[in-house]
């Protein structure tokens, strides 16, 4: 997320409730720079957006690429959406329609369950997550979406067994419909294995999974945190 030249705000000023582990909070709020200085656990929201159809294609997933100024990961292939939970704030949809363009509605959207994830930031700072997934049923053709650059580098829609398959190192790259900024088609390319971000390839292939699941109407067990965690960043 941007900062807010109007307002004077950066990201860095957003206050962020400090969580256990597990993700129940702590009663303690601090700034996001002072969360990630302190390696303090903290809530986020990860949207993953399933598209009826992309090009040819059946029912597709979608992977941002991160845009090349990110703090974390830059050019690297994530999630749909991702952002941090602001203490107060009304709209759980925010950062979605922010690097979507779209915002889910009512209807749309199924939890996935809840997951942890720890890294090291290039300045040397600590992002300790517990990430609530969603799933949004998204009604929209890949071209609608609007991301923003450089917020966003890219939109990536892929088959959910082939991405499967990627995080899974059954295959390098897999076929994508690539969705740019500003762009006014859509482009034909690859999804590669070496963009996905370091250690996410298991939790990338469980979301695979399940939609695969959803998808054919069979059962599934959503994604939960260990309380224990002792994450090594």
């Not at 129940?24 to 601090?30: A, F, I, N, Q, S």
């Not at 809840?114 to 890294?119: H, V």
């Not at 979301?207 to 224990?228: C, H, K, N, Q």
Request: aromatic content about 6%; charged content about 25%; glycine content about 10%.
């Amino acid at each position: 997320m941007a900062s807010n030249p109007a307002s004077g705000a950066s990201e860095d000023d957003e206050q962020l409730a400090v969580t256990h582990p597990d993700g129940t909070p702590t009663g303690l709020v601090k700034s996001r720079a002072a969360v990630h200085r302190d390696g303090d656990w903290h809530r986020t929201r990860t949207v993953w957006a399933l598209l009826p159809t992309a090009g040819d294609a059946g029912p597709t997933l979608v992977l941002q690429q991160r845009g090349p100024f990110k703090a974390s990961w830059p050019n690297r292939l994530d999630a749909s959406s991702a952002g941090h939970l602001r203490v107060g704030d009304p709209d759980p949809w925010r950062e979605a329609e922010e690097e979507l363009g779209r915002r889910p509605v009512a209807g749309e959207v199924l939890p996935l369950g809840e997951r942890q994830s720890g890294s090291r930031l290039p300045n040397g700072q600590i992002d300790l997550e517990v990430q609530e997934l969603w799933l949004w049923r998204c009604p929209y053709d890949l071209l609608e979406l609007r991301p923003p650059y450089p917020e966003v580098a890219a939109l990536l829609a892929v088959a959910p067994d082939a991405l499967r398959r990627l995080a899974g190192g059954e295959a390098r790259r897999i076929p994508a419909l690539i969705r740019r900024p500003g762009a006014s088609q859509l482009e034909a390319g690859y999804a590669v294995a070496d963009q996905l971000i370091p250690g996410e390839e298991p939790y990338i292939r469980q979301v695979g999974e399940i939609t695969l699941r959803l998808l054919a109407g069979r059962s599934w067990s959503p994604l939960a945190v260990d309380p224990e965690s002792e994450l090594e960043v």
